[in-house]
């Protein structure tokens, strides 16, 4: 008895070569693209979804400014304190170091005391409007992974917007409205982030929450909140990232969401810190920014590992028999199914979906490729990818949880009890959640975008 089950370990005993390394803080799994794999069969490479490591995106972009001529310093200017209309000892000089303000320091070392700043021209044109498009192009389609934060060193904007576009600039969208007073600003009724559940995710809203406050030195952030969105799926610290993966995976729409090639700030109004404008001294007014966040990561639609960034452009570096900067079709003589993206789910290793040779094959088919294919089916097995806490593997396609568990593995402990939801924001969200992990367990390929709509 004892032989034979030593035996049947054996024969699945499965080696990894590579270390995989979980690290919550890059949200750890799909980080290798393959392993190799020692089974009595001889030696087989396991191929896993994949995706880079999320980054400061702001080393990667191009920045434009619209009008052209809207930074401050040609020619030199005087400018004075918002606050205090006698404060006027400040100077933007285009032509001297110390005194411009050219947009690269939207982006430069942090840390540098006083901060470094990018600075417009004042409002001499009032009464008309004072407006700027920062544009931030990184000519590559990357997915938000985290808030992001624009930092004023003059007043946040009286109204602003932040826009997007998945085409390269051609067509644009808003992601978010902020202003002091929406309803008059941009007749929306005034929302916050926090008014948000899984079934409005996809709103576009009008926030004052960063807009009020004349008190700006101490408050001088605006935002655009990423990580209260995953939240929603993923529990307020992020620690059920597999529900947001399985979530990405099935509906286009919130991937979409996520996902970008440029971003526009469009500043139409800014501080005056008052209800009027003191037409006296437009010197008071103006926008000055001293720093830009955007952490994100290439899109390469679970194909690749790492982006590089050369000759001034990111590309995805492929793997899976994937080509194209975002690895978005197969490789030339590996058309022999149609490609797909890479999939999150089974969780945790996802499916690779790789490329295959084109028919006729040499030696090289489909079914020789068992462990993919295998994969790109199964949600569960006994070896890689155990049903958990006791859960009872179900032809591969789910596991049969115990009382008291549920997810795809039977990774969570149910919700029901109340007590261990106290992650979850409210009962309605618990259940949408625990009844979704069993949806898409079952039905993988089944868009859930009617959530959404
Ligand atoms: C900013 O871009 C928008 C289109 O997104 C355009 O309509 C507007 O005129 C631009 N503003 C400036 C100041 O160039
Ligand atoms: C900036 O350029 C526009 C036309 O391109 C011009 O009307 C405006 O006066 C210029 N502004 C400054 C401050 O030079
Ligand atoms: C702004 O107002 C202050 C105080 O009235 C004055 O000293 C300063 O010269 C004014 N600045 C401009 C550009 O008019
Ligand atoms: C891609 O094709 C090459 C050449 O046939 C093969 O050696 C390699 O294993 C393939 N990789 C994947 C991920 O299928
Ligand atoms: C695919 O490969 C397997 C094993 O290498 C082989 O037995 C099978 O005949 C091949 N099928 C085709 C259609 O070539």
Not at 30 to 46: A, F, I, M, P, R
Not at 320 to 327: A, L, V
Not at 349 to 358: E, L
Request: aromatic share 10%; net charge negative; glycine share 6%.
């Amino acid at each position: 008895m004892q032989l034979t089950l030593a035996l049947a370990l054996q024969a699945c005993w499965v080696f990894i070569s590579h270390a995989i390394q979980h690290s919550p803080a890059s949200w750890g799994h799909y980080d290798v693209c393959k392993s190799q794999l020692h089974t009595d069969g001889g030696l087989v490479w396991y191929y896993m979804a994949c995706q880079p490591e999320s980054t400061d995106m702001t080393k990667f972009l191009r920045v434009n400014l619209e009008p052209e001529n809207i930074t401050c310093g040609d020619p030199p200017e005087i400018y004075c304190a918002l606050e205090n209309p006698y404060m006027c000892n400040n100077e933007c000089d285009a032509e001297t170091e110390e005194l411009a303000h050219p947009p690269e320091l939207m982006f430069d070392a942090e840390g540098r005391n006083p901060s470094t700043f990018w600075q417009s021209t004042t409002w001499q044109t009032y009464p008309r409007p004072l407006q700027v498009n920062i544009t931030l192009s990184w000519d590559k389609t990357i997915e938000l992974t985290d808030d992001i934060v624009i930092t004023f060193e003059s007043g946040r904007p009286e109204q602003m917007v932040l826009e997007k576009s998945l085409d390269y600039g051609r067509t644009w969208k808003p992601y978010q409205f902020y202003a002091t007073d929406c309803l008059d600003a941009f007749t929306m009724e005034p929302r916050s982030v926090r008014e948000i559940s899984q079934r409005t995710l996809l709103d576009i809203i009008c926030t004052e929450d960063y807009s009020r406050g004349y008190v700006w030195k101490y408050d001088k952030t605006v935002r655009f909140e990423i990580k209260d969105r995953f939240a929603l799926f993923a529990g307020p610290r992020l620690h059920n990232m597999a529900s947001l993966y399985g979530q990405l995976d099935t509906t286009r729409n919130l991937r979409d969401f996520f996902t970008l090639t440029d971003l526009r700030v469009r500043l139409l109004r800014p501080a005056t810190g008052a209800t009027t404008v003191d037409e006296e001294n437009l010197s008071r007014y103006f926008y000055a920014i001293s720093d830009i966040k955007i952490q994100g990561r290439c899109k390469c639609n679970l194909h690749a590992a790492s982006c590089v960034f050369d000759k001034g452009k990111l590309s995805c570096e492929c793997e899976h028999n994937t080509t194209g900067s975002d690895c978005s079709r197969c490789k030339k003589h590996f058309q022999g199914r149609a490609w797909s993206p890479g999939s999150y789910l089974p969780i945790p290793k996802g499916t690779a979906n790789v490329c295959v040779q084109s028919a006729p094959a040499g030696r090289l088919n489909v079914s020789s490729l068992g462990v993919a294919n295998r994969n790109r089916a199964g949600v569960c097995d006994d070896v890689l990818l155990r049903c958990q806490n006791g859960g009872e593997c179900v032809q591969q396609q789910r596991c049969r949880c115990p009382a008291g568990f549920s997810g795809v593995l039977c990774e969570s402990e149910r919700c029901a009890g109340g007590r261990s939801c106290d992650e979850l924001r409210s009962g309605r969200d618990c259940r949408l959640l625990s009844s979704l992990t069993l949806v898409y367990s079952l039905t993988l390929s089944l868009s859930l975008s009617f959530l959404f709509i």
